[in-house]
């Protein structure tokens, strides 16, 4: 097995602390990385590898010297497996994690993936590590990390983009309380923290399996793995750090050899290191796995906290932005969404991700000149990550986005400090759809609290400024200079028709989002509305944040003494037809006792008096029910019944007279039956389809009546 490994050729120095090897001409430099202590603590270490050029450590036969750490272990080929045995460790947490304690416990190597034209024995080489504890494999254009925990049936997944052809460093620790986390280059790249219940675990093994048989049903891809390292516990961040470092850094040459000898030129050397590259890689691989919105925010979450702190330059600083955006915007898209649609606090989260990702990105960004822009726009949003001197801005007000009708804008005399400045600009395009049915009393807005049954949704688009150093504005929004937020208003047709009702009021608030308190929270403190109208609105802010226009729609309330007036007369009014309608119906039968002439015409005329007193009688009574409760939409459909057949009586008695008219002295009594089915039946027709097809129409309004 003889590999070209550039990356690994800081071995000699670890087997100098551990094993007592001389190396001719080699001075101790084991004290020139602090990564080197990081390694001198290991617990397992297998170099497996014999390395072109490094002859100070072959013997006289030519076979490589395996260094031991600690507790000395070793390893043998058989059949193309490569075994790392424990020795009398087989019960040790690096066997079972579920044994680790609070330390936890850490795995760490190079890999990278081959093609079979590659390697004169490709079956030799899977591209999988298995042991009684863990596996880590690649397969279908993925890398994973499994951790079993065998007492309590527990399992830790995480998945990564796997290696390249290049050489690759994975490195995950494990605890008990914080989980999986997997490193890719010495970065964070994903975590499992809170693992799940599995009763199934396959391919066992007591020792420790580096490229087992391939099998051609799995699919693994063939790769190769080297420096495999294990301390027993859980390394941290800086540790990782330190180590990767140690591992890629110059200082690892020794100087009584010349660095030609370590580096072959073939395609299989490492590029030159780029900490920002496995991030864009991992979050374009993650992406197509996205389930749950709530665990992708953790996700993410995770990578704006792990982002390391080095220089980027304007390529990569674009490409991250563009593929963090992406990656939001393929979490918004989630058909799993819906169902948390109603909870703002996952989108709040993202835009929180978002801002700090963008903001170590301007923090960051190299300048190689006293203005550096980058900018773009994606699905999600428009984009502006800029570093420059306030002396090169040559207008009078710095605005974002330079163009369009929803923008924000800063004077000049507001950049106060000659020192460099980074402004991030973003204009999200969809972000607002998600912002609604906002309770007032969740929010910071005065105004708004006062109608606490009135939702609030956002009617713009959300755009966001950060500056620092933070600008001079005054802190009176009577003062200058001013931040100017000009929105475009974006409304859905439901917030349309509800603005445009006659019945309605609509409140507009500048407001934005304070994270001062750990989450967001809608606030239109130091912001103020000077002008607008349902169409856009324009603010004046006393700071600078995310930034949106609230809706608030409060439907027009009587006063007290009106409603008392509008009752009284409806009681009376109702009273009073009621009475006269009763004596109405007494006369008619007075008068079809004693008369047989024209009788009818007094028989149409009670008909309809009867449906006017009844429709009267009911709505009486309507106004003792509360909306929305069973007796309620019952008194509706009977009103609706009843005022319908009124009018039907209404064009019966129309009717009626036409045929008298056109028809002098017609039968009285041969149409008796038709104006009945036209004044009674009709309206039933009416009000059996409306109730199939609107039934929760029927007493939905403030009254008993049908909306």
């Known amino acids: 097995m003889r590999k070209l490994l550039p990356l690994c050729c800081w071995r000699p120095w670890l087997l100098l602390l551990h094993c007592g090897f001389q190396v001719h001409g080699a001075v101790a430099r084991s004290q020139a990385h602090p990564g080197f202590e990081v390694l001198a603590s290991a617990s397992y270490y297998w170099p497996l590898e014999n390395v072109d050029g490094i002859h100070e450590l072959q013997d006289t036969t030519g076979d490589i010297v395996e260094g031991k750490v600690s507790k000395g272990v070793y390893f043998k080929e058989d059949k193309g497996v490569t075994f790392l045995h424990y020795g009398s460790y087989k019960a040790s947490c690096i066997s079972n994690p579920a ?9 760490s190597f190079f890999w990278k993936t081959q093609g079979e034209q590659s390697r004169p024995t490709p079956s030799a080489y899977g591209g999988q590590v298995i042991s009684n504890g863990f596996k880590v494999c690649s397969s279908g254009g993925k890398g994973s990390v499994e951790l079993y925990a065998r007492e309590n049936s527990m399992t830790w997944a995480a998945t990564f983009s796997p290696p390249g052809p290049y050489w690759t460093h994975v490195l995950f ?76 850094g110059k200082h690892v040459f020794l100087s009584s050899t010349p660095p030609s000898l370590f580096m072959t030129p073939t395609a299989n050397t490492v590029p030159p290191t780029d900490a920002y590259h496995p ?29 390391p702190n080095k220089s980027l330059s304007e390529e ?32 709040l989260g993202l835009i929180e991700t978002i801002d700090a990702v963008l903001g170590h990105i301007s923090s960051n960004l190299q300048a190689s000149e006293p203005k550096v822009t980058i900018a773009g726009s994606s699905s999600m949003a428009d984009f502006s990550v800029a570093r420059l001197l306030p002396k090169t801005m040559n207008s009078s007000h710095y605005r974002f986005p330079a163009r369009g009708q929803s923008y924000i804008e800063i004077p000049h005399e507001a950049f106060h400090s000659q020192a460099w400045t980074t402004i991030v600009g973003l204009l999200y395009h969809s972000v ?51 931040v100017t937020v000009h929105l475009r208003h974006h409304l859905t047709q439901r917030q349309y028709i509800e603005a445009t009702n006659e019945s309605n009021r609509v409140f507009l608030y500048c407001a934005f989002l304070d994270f001062s308190s750990g989450e967001g929270v809608w606030s239109n403190q130091g912001c103020a509305l000077t002008e607008g109208n ?13 930034f949106a226009i609230l809706m608030q729609v409060v439907p027009l309330e009587l006063a007290l003494g009106h409603q008392v007036a509008l009752s009284s007369i409806s009681y009376i009014g109702c009273s009073l037809s009621v009475l006269c309608l009763a004596i109405t119906l007494v006369t008619f039968a007075v008068l079809s006792s004693v008369s047989t002439i024209r009788n009818q015409r007094y028989h149409i005329h009670a008909n309809l008096s009867l449906a006017v007193l009844v429709a009267q009688v009911l709505l009486l009574i309507s106004f003792r029910f509360e909306p929305g409760t069973t007796p309620c939409r019952v008194l509706a459909v009977l009103l609706h019944y009843f005022f319908l057949s009124a009018f039907a009586w209404m064009l019966v008695e129309g009717l009626h007279l036409y045929s008298m008219v ?28 409306s109730i199939v097809f609107a039934t929760d129409s029927y007493g939905a309004s403030k009254k008993a009546t049908i909306s």
């Not at 991250?320 to 799993?336: A, I, N």
């Not at 009135?454 to 500056?467: D, N, T, Y």
């Not at 856009?536 to 802010?541: D, F, G, I, L, N």
């Open 99 to 107: 044994q680790c304690g609070p330390e936890g416990v850490t795995f």
């Open 173 to 248: 620790t494990w605890k008990s309380k914080e989980g999986l986390k997997v490193y890719v280059n010495g970065t964070l790249s994903t975590s499992d923290p809170s693992g799940k219940v599995s009763h199934a675990y396959g391919e066992p093994s007591v020792n420790l399996v580096i490229g087992s048989e391939q099998d051609q049903t799995k699919g693994y891809e063939n790769g190769a793995f080297d420096e495999f390292i294990i301390w027993e516990r859980a390394l941290t961040p800086d540790e990782i750090a330190m180590y990767f470092t140690a591992a890629v």
């Open 279 to 307: 991030i864009i890689t991992n979050l374009t691989e993650e992406r197509k796995n996205f389930q749950s919105a709530g665990v992708v925010l953790n996700y993410l979450q995770n990578v704006s906290l792990s982002l």
């Open 316 to 347: 990569t600083g674009l490409n991250l932005t563009k593929t963090f955006l992406k990656t939001v915007g393929e979490v918004l898209r989630l058909p799993s969404w819906t169902a948390v649609s109603e909870d703002s606090a996952v989108v």
């Open 432 to 482: 607002h759809y998600y912002l609604s049915n906002i309770p007032p009393a969740n929010t910071k807005i005065t105004e708004a609290a006062h109608y606490k049954s009135c939702l609030l949704s956002a009617a713009s688009h959300l755009i966001s400024l950060e500056v620092s150093p933070t600008p001079r504005l005054s802190q009176n929004l009577s003062g200058s200079p001013l």
């Open 534 to 546: 349902l169409s856009y609105s324009t603010c004046r802010c006393t700071h600078l944040t995310n």
């Open 662 to 689: 056109t028809k002098v002295f017609g039968s009285e009594d041969s149409k008796r039956g038709y104006y009945c089915g036209m004044g009674w039946g009709f309206p039933l027709l009416i009000c059996i389809i």
